[in-house]
């Protein structure tokens, strides 16, 4: 198997309950009434686009089109409006996860805030085509956020696929 260059070490195979279980404390902290500060980032998207990246075969298109849908009912948008925006993120991010990979983390950032941005940006559409209120310029900078936010969630995400050093020398892996 070629590993990709930023990766030093294999990783463990993802335990499916763990996924599960980032994707509903993902859930939850985006349900939390936080108040209507538009540069919050959504972290139901930068955990959905990290998974659909690195397990794209677990976490695809339909599980984003669940959550999206579960967030559009808690925040009483318009039906639809999240579980657009989480479909597209999620069919963006298994496009570009091959290539993805082989860059490091802060690379990696500035390739998935492109995505980020343009999908807030589609949301602002739909938004302001449905009726409703512009949430103000500050709305731009949860992309940003959330690109700076990534290298952290994947460290975090990735960690309990580590192996532990080996010292044996005779085994290649």
């Given at each position: ?103 490091g983390l802060v690379e ?61 020398e005779n085994r290649p892996?």
């Amino acid at each position: 198997m070629i590993m990709p260059r930023g990766s030093d070490q294999l990783l463990l195979p993802v335990n499916p309950f763990f996924i599960a279980f980032t994707l509903l404390v993902a859930l939850g902290l985006g349900m939390l009434p936080l108040g209507r500060n538009a540069a919050l980032p959504d972290l139901l998207a930068l955990v959905l686009v990290f998974w659909n990246v690195h397990q794209p075969r677990r976490v695809g298109i339909g599980v984003a089109f669940f959550f999206g849908l579960l967030m559009d009912v808690n925040d009483g948008a318009l039906l639809g409006q999240h579980a657009l925006a989480y479909t597209l993120l999620s069919y963006v991010a298994i496009t570009i996860h091959r290539r993805l990979l082989w860059f490091g983390l802060v690379e990696q950032a500035l390739q998935i805030f492109p995505v980020f941005f343009a999908v807030t940006l589609l949301s602002l559409a739909l938004r302001l085509l449905a009726g409703g209120m512009f949430p103000g310029w500050e709305l731009l900078l949860a992309p940003v956020f959330e690109a700076l936010l990534w290298p952290v969630v994947t460290i975090l995400l990735l960690a309990p696929q580590r192996r532990a050093p080996d010292p044996d020398e005779n085994r290649p892996l």
